[in-house]
C-alpha cells in the first residue's frame, strides 16, 4: 500500500515570508497534485506533475517534483493570508483512476 | 475543469435517520464519480467509486450496505448514509473524473452532523 507523508503537518508564518513543504511517496508517483483546500469546501486543483526533474510555476508558488518521482515540494514566495489552507498531495494511480492522498499541511498565514 | 455541485451543503439529522446527498456534474459527462470522506483536521478517505449504470465499489472498510450509492445518469450521483450514527458525522466530498485522465474536480462538500 502507497503511503504518502507530507511535512510539516503544521505551519503558520507572517505574511510576506516564504516556505516549503514537502510531500514524499513510498513508491514512485503515477502523477502527482497537489490540491488546496479551504475550510468548508471541498479541495481545489494548482497542478499535476508527471515527468521527474519537472518544475512548474504557478504565481508565487513553485512546484518540483523530484527526479525520481517519489517526492515532490512546494515552494511559496512571499505568503499572503489568502494563501492559508490545507495543502494535499495526491497520487492518481492509473488505471482505477483513484486518488490517493497525503495527510496534508495545514498552513496558516498571519497578517 | 468540470463544474461539481452537492446538495445539501450540510444537513443535522437525529440518530437512525437516513440522509441522502447529491453530486451533480454540471457540465460534464461523468462515467465515474467518486465519494470521499474527510474527519475533522484530516485528509480525504476514498470511501468508493460510483460508475454510472453500475453498482459502485468499495474501499476496504466501507460498509455498502450502510452507505447507498446511485449514479443513474452521466450527471448525478447520490450518496445515502442508512441509519446514520454521531460517528458519521463528517464531511462528505464527491469529485468526477476528468475523461481518460487522473484529474479530478471536487465538488464543496456535504457537512453531515448526526445528533
Known amino acids: 500500500t502507497q503511503l504518502l507523508k507530507q511535512s510539516p503537518q503544521f505551519l503558520s508564518i507572517q505574511e510576506g515570508e516564504n516556505l516549503t513543504v514537502y510531500c514524499n511517496s513510498s513508491?514512485?508517483?503515477?502523477?502527482l497534485q497537489w490540491y488546496r483546500q479551504e475550510p468548508g469546501e471541498g479541495p481545489v486543483l494548482l497542478v499535476t506533475?508527471?515527468?521527474?526533474?519537472e518544475v512548474k510555476k504557478l504565481k508565487r508558488l513553485t512546484f518540483q517534483f523530484g527526479d525520481a518521482r517519489k517526492d515532490s515540494s512546494l515552494h511559496i514566495t512571499a505568503a499572503q493570508p489568502g494563501d492559508t489552507g490545507l495543502y494535499l498531495c495526491a497520487d492518481g494511480r492509473g488505471g482505477a483512476q483513484k486518488l490517493v492522498f497525503g495527510q496534508g499541511t495545514r498552513l496558516t498565514i498571519n497578517p | 475543469g468540470a463544474v461539481v455541485s452537492q446538495h445539501p451543503s450540510r444537513v443535522i439529522c437525529k440518530s437512525g435517520t437516513s440522509v441522502k446527498i447529491e453530486c451533480r456534474s454540471l457540465d460534464f459527462q461523468a462515467t465515474t464519480m467518486f465519494w470521499y470522506r474527510q474527519f475533522p483536521k484530516q485528509s480525504l478517505m476514498l470511501m468508493a467509486t460510483?460508475?454510472?449504470?453500475?453498482?459502485?465499489?468499495?474501499e476496504q472498510g466501507v460498509e455498502k450496505d450502510k452507505f447507498l450509492i446511485n449514479h443513474a445518469s452521466l450527471t448525478l450521483s447520490t450518496l445515502t448514509v442508512t441509519s446514520a450514527h454521531p460517528e458519521d458525522s463528517s464531511f462528505y466530498i464527491c469529485s468526477v473524473s476528468s475523461g481518460g485522465g487522473e484529474t479530478q474536480y471536487f465538488g464543496p462538500g456535504t457537512r453531515l452532523l448526526v445528533l
Open positions: 460510483s460508475n454510472e449504470g453500475s453498482k459502485a465499489t468499495y
Open positions: 506533475v508527471v515527468t521527474g526533474g
Open positions: 513508491s514512485v508517483f503515477s502523477s
